[in-house]
């Protein structure tokens, strides 16, 4: 029997994919973040972006990345432990713990990047991870890498996760992870329950605040902070620089024995060249001003209220009850694109979020809303969104 094609093979899988309504396309936009974009020559409000402090257009962080260019190159030239450790990197590491309030932190090129390193290098085969349903993909393919027993709980049940701990191993590490908020469903993970089986079990939590960093907290510290909650040595904190912060960039703040054994057997850290100057720079600038410009933390979340509040004028139901990221559920994938199209036709952009992205049969907009927003932003995308439901007959 003759073999397919190579390339043949991939259009049958093409075909498949589209049957399924789940092709996925890039569509070119800008400018990047902030309130409006033009999408295919349109402009549109933009409500979909993770910039959810608006930092990403801030006069600040463009001066420091241009400074930092121009005055330490645009290539740090080799990985960390070489000769690519510069003072940005050291600056920004103490900066990051300060703000975490651990003992130490490590920078990473992205938040992706973190998560391999730090789940696939502390844990390996002989331990065991617990890690929530709706975790993000990162930590999905990080708990993957490590080769460890994991085990998946339902979504926010604590008691499970801890039963999953108490049958672990005799020996070995258990880690407990979890995104601090889920991103594609807003909510936040149940933390002090978290931290108390994780204490009770002898395991280290793993959060990950990819979407609580400069959002969650009086002083967007984050999810830990929004709880009153202080990292103890046991708890290890993953974050992102390219959400609320603005830029790129992820990094781990921990107990000193924790970045000590990244820094020397984390893969993601030391097989890949240091980020540039002018990333850390930003870096550091963006978290001055997560402290400078506390009004844009709050002005977020009246904007959040003011949005849901509307939204259940108009009869949704949300699936997660405060901050930025606010689902609207279609259901079928064909429905949530039907959605995206109708909402666009309104000026409004807010993609549809398909499997695998989320669960088959969840299909959904993700709503993101941004401190670059204003108030009236807020009633054009309800009103738009409920003429757009009405249309496609949600
Ligand atoms: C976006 C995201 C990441 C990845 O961060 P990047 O810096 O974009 O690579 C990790 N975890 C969660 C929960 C995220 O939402």
Not at 302 to 310: K, P, S, T, W
Not at 350 to 377: K, M, Y
Request: with cysteine.
């Amino acid at each position: 029997m003759s073999r397919p094609a190579p390339l043949a093979i991939l259009a049958q899988r093409a075909a498949e994919r589209q049957k399924r309504h789940l092709t996925r396309r890039l569509v070119c936009m800008g400018p990047a973040g902030g309130r409006w974009v033009t999408v295919d020559g349109r402009r549109c409000l933009l409500l979909a972006s993770n910039d959810y402090l608006g930092l990403s257009n801030h006069p600040r962080l463009a001066q420091a990345a241009r400074q930092a260019a121009q005055a330490s190159g645009t290539g740090a030239g080799a990985s960390r432990l070489v000769c690519g450790t510069l003072d940005w990197h050291l600056r920004l590491e103490q900066r990051i713990a300060q703000f975490k309030q651990t003992q130490a932190a490590l920078f990473f090129p992205t938040g992706y990047m973190a998560n391999l390193g730090v789940i696939a290098t502390l844990a390996g085969p002989g331990d065991l991870i617990v890690s929530d349903q709706l975790n993000h993909a990162s930590l999905i393919d990080a708990c993957r890498l490590s080769r460890s027993q994991v085990r998946i709980y339902p979504h926010g049940e604590v008691q499970t996760a801890e039963e999953m701990l108490a049958q672990g191993p005799a020996q070995g590490l258990k880690l407990l992870v979890s995104d601090g908020v889920f991103s594609m469903d807003g909510d936040l993970a149940p933390l002090p329950a978290l931290l108390a089986a994780a204490q009770r079990q002898q395991a280290l939590l793993v959060i990950d605040d990819a979407h609580g960093t400069g959002v969650w907290g009086q002083r967007g510290r984050g999810s830990l902070e929004h709880f009153g909650l202080e990292p103890t040595p046991e708890v290890v904190i993953i974050g992102t620089f390219s959400k609320a912060l603005g830029g790129l960039g992820g990094f781990v703040a921990g107990a000193a024995e924790v970045i000590q054994g990244l820094v020397n057997g984390a893969r993601a850290f030391i097989y890949s060249t240091a980020p540039p100057p002018a990333q850390a720079a930003v870096a550091l600038a963006a978290l001055e001003l997560v402290d400078a410009e506390p009004q844009r933390r709050q002005k977020l979340h009246r904007l959040c209220a003011l949005l849901r509040g509307l939204l259940a004028e108009h009869g949704f139901g949300l699936l997660s009850q405060a901050g930025p990221i606010i689902p609207i559920l279609a259901g079928p994938a064909n429905k949530a694109l039907a959605l995206a199209r109708a909402l666009l036709e309104r000026g409004v952009f807010a993609p549809a979020i398909r499997p695998p992205t989320v669960p088959p049969g969840s299909s959904r907009l993700r709503l993101a809303v941004s401190a670059a927003h204003e108030e009236e932003d807020m009633h054009l995308a309800a009103r738009a969104l409920a003429a757009a439901a009405a249309e496609v007959g949600l």
